[in-house]
Each structure stands twice: as C-alpha cells, then as structure tokens.
C-alpha cells in the first residue's frame, strides 16, 4: 500500500470520527435546547410541521435538530413561502442560531469530504506502480 493511500485513509477516519462526534453534539443540542428553540420559533410552520419527532426517540430529536439548522442556515426559501416566521428568525437567540448553523456547515463540508475521499481512493491515482 502506497504512502498515499494511507494517507487517505487515514484522513477518512478522521473524517468519519468528526462525523460522529458532530452527531453526538447534535443529539445532546437536541435533548437539552429543543424546548427553547421549538419555543423561540413557535409561529414558523416549517418548524411546527416537524416538531412531533420531539417523541420519536433519538433518531426523531436528531431529524428535528438537523431541520430546525437547516432552516436557520438556509431562510430564504422558508421565508418566500411563508413557513418562516421573520420575526421568529429576528428574535431567536444570535449564539443558539451560530451554533445550529455552524454544526450545519460543518457536517455538509463532511459529508463532502468523505465523498471526495472515497472517489479518491477508489480512482487510479493511489494505485501503486
């Protein structure tokens, strides 16, 4: 096995650690704030709809926190349709919604590179000579 190939796999651990721990931080942010953000954004329809899977056990808490930042982190379309509330998404508290996007953010760019490394390790440039 090549030092490159090593390399990759290396950083796809890594990649799949960070993932896991991005789930991790998302499933306590969803058992300890869910009451407070389901409360600050109680007028947004978008939100609403989802709020039953607060009662689906941990996969629910995880698809409503995952919902609950992907509208914070991408408004505009909830807010043309009207199912955002723009004076829920004005009042909703600045570090709460900086966390909820960063995590966003952060498990999309992960989410791309473990793609990116396994199109990398399958393709012929790691292959040895």
């Known amino acids: 096995m ?3 190939a090593l390399i990759v ?5 890594i ?3 960070s993932l896991l721990i991005g789930l991790a931080i998302a499933l306590h942010m969803a058992y300890t704030q869910i009451d407070l ?3 600050c954004l109680k007028n947004c329809t978008a939100i609403m709809v989802r ?3 607060k009662h689906g056990g941990p996969w629910g808490r995880l698809l409503l926190i995952g919902g609950i930042s ?3 982190t991408f408004p505009n379309s909830y807010l043309k349709r009207g199912e955002l509330c723009p004076e829920d998404l004005k009042n909703f508290p600045i570090m709460l919604k900086r966390k ?3 995590m966003q953010w952060g498990i ?3 989410m791309i590179s473990i793609v990116l490394l396994a199109l990398i390790g399958k393709s012929d440039l790691l292959k040895q000579s």
Do not use: N
């Open 2 to 4: 090549s030092s490159a």
């Open 9 to 13: 796999g290396y950083l796809g651990v």
């Open 15 to 17: 990649v799949v650690v």
């Open 37 to 39: 953000i389901l409360g």
């Open 51 to 53: 709020a039953p899977l």
């Open 70 to 72: 992907g509208v914070l």
């Open 100 to 102: 909820l996007v960063v």
């Open 108 to 110: 999309i760019v992960l």
